[in-house]
């Protein structure tokens, strides 16, 4: 079936281009295999040059996430919460505080998981405001904050 007519942009079902069903049919790389392994080193080596972190070699296992600057690049196998979530689990203890501006749905759910992990200074903005650089200063003077987080 040819894709014509209109384009959907919202959340499916959506009518598919022939060339996207065709791709969809061909077999599935598993994800404990070799040459899934490979595609992930060529990612991570990838996004350690898009964020000009030092190169890291294109090899199977850990070695590929991490390079002489130990920063590490990580892609995540699910939505955008779960990454979040991800980080702030393993990274904030129950008594660390952070300090956490929203003015929209994305930040707001960013201050919903602190609030699971750890001590949340949450300053919530109307949507679609600027935050007030001032009034994060000011408050980043006041307390000790292990981190500052804004979803952007």
């Not at 384009?7 to 996207?20: E, I, T």
């Amino acid at each position: 079936m040819a894709h014509e007519g209109d384009c959907f942009l919202v959340p499916g079902p959506v009518r598919m281009s022939d060339a996207c069903l065709q791709a969809m049919a061909t077999p599935v790389m598993t994800a404990r295999g070799t040459e899934f392994r490979d595609v992930m080193a060529d990612l991570n080596a990838g996004l350690r040059t898009a964020f000009n972190l030092t190169p890291s070699s294109r090899q199977r296992g850990t070695e590929s996430w991490a390079g002489e600057d130990d920063y590490k690049v990580l892609a995540v196998s699910g939505s955008g919460t779960a990454a979040m979530e991800m980080v702030i689990a393993n990274r904030f203890r129950p008594n660390d505080r952070v300090l956490v501006p929203t003015n929209g749905k994305f930040g707001e759910r960013v201050a919903d998981i602190c609030k699971q992990y750890c001590q949340v200074k949450h300053i919530a903005y109307d949507w679609g405001r600027s935050f007030d650089i001032m009034e994060l200063e000011e408050q980043l003077g006041r307390g000790t904050f292990e981190a500052l987080l804004i979803c952007h």
